[in-house]
Nanobody, 122 residues
Framework: QVQLVESGGGLVQPGGSLRLSCAAS????????IGWFRQAPGKEREGVAC????????FYADSVKGRFTISGDNAKNTVYLQMNNLKPEDTAVYYC???????????????WGQGTQVTVSS
């Protein structure tokens, strides 16, 4: 049974940083694409970044490119999203998701975590 548990959200000032964690169980990271998504109030869920060891790389939405970094630790079966230079428009609930398919930013993933709130405000 695949389970994904996000953590690391919180309140941060503009320009600050946070690192989100996605602890996975019931799967092996090397076999799955892992994506990070976010959803702000009144908006659709948006793909932020994805990581696929089998595809050999990562992919980012233009809105976060250069500020966010996705990485994985196979020993801990955990995927991270390092978020730097945060902006108020980054405020959202952040979700991680897993899929046996290719890395992408569409909401096609089979497994989802419960989400963690990120609030960027002064």
């Amino acid at each position: 049974q695949v389970q994904l548990v996000e953590s690391g959200g919180g309140l941060v000032q503009p320009g600050g940083s946070l690192r989100l964690s996605c602890a996975a169980s019931g799967l092996t990271l090397d076999d799955y694409a892992i994506g990070w998504f976010r959803q702000a109030p009144g908006k659709e869920r948006e793909g932020v970044a994805c990581l696929s060891a089998s595809a050999g790389g990562s992919f980012y939405a233009d809105s976060v490119k250069g500020r966010f970094t996705i990485s994985g630790d196979n020993a801990k079966n955990t995927v991270y999203l390092q978020m730097n230079n945060l902006k108020p428009e980054d405020t959202a609930v952040y979700y991680c998701a897993a899929d046996l398919g290719v890395c992408g930013l569409g909401p096609f993933y089979d497994y989802w975590g419960q989400g963690t709130q990120v609030t960027v405000s002064s």
